[in-house]
């Protein structure tokens, strides 16, 4: 009898731990991506066939990342990139940021206000070559 009333809240912490820890690794997913494509913006590079920005969002860990249409994350990652000086010579900076929308718990979490939050991970770095392999915006 008591295990029924206390097996509720233990299975909504533990869901809970599990989707903290997959929202984090999320956020190191993004960071990471945003310092690979700060690097990649640096140097003048576009290693993919298509924009850098969607080069970067294809090397996403996780085809959820990548592509979104889940329910825990209903977009793609979004990649942008921007010159916070306004200009694009050589030493100043460029500024790249990996961002999607993350739903917490999707399965109860709009039943209890738990929503949504937006995880982000950013890099700046200042440019070694003038970018004409890409250009700022976002994917």
């Not at 970067?56 to 994350?73: H, N």
Request: hydrophobic share 40%.
């Amino acid at each position: 009898m008591e295990f029924a009333l206390v097996l509720p809240l233990l299975l909504a912490i533990l869901f809970g731990m599990l989707d903290f820890g997959k929202a984090f690794n999320y956020w190191i997913d993004e960071t990471h991506l945003a310092n690979e494509g700060a690097r990649w913006a640096v140097v003048n590079k576009n290693p993919g066939g298509g924009t850098l920005q969607e080069y970067i969002q294809q090397q996403a860990d996780t085809p959820e990342l990548r592509s979104g249409g889940t329910s825990s994350v209903p977009t793609p990652l979004q990649i942008c990139i921007s010159f916070p000086n306004g200009t694009a010579n050589v030493g100043d900076p460029v500024h790249v940021t990996a961002t999607t929308t993350y739903n917490w718990l999707p399965f109860i979490g709009n039943r209890i206000g738990i929503a949504q939050t937006s995880i982000s991970g950013s890099a700046t770095m200042r440019l070694e070559a003038l970018p004409t392999n890409y250009g700022a915006g976002c994917s």
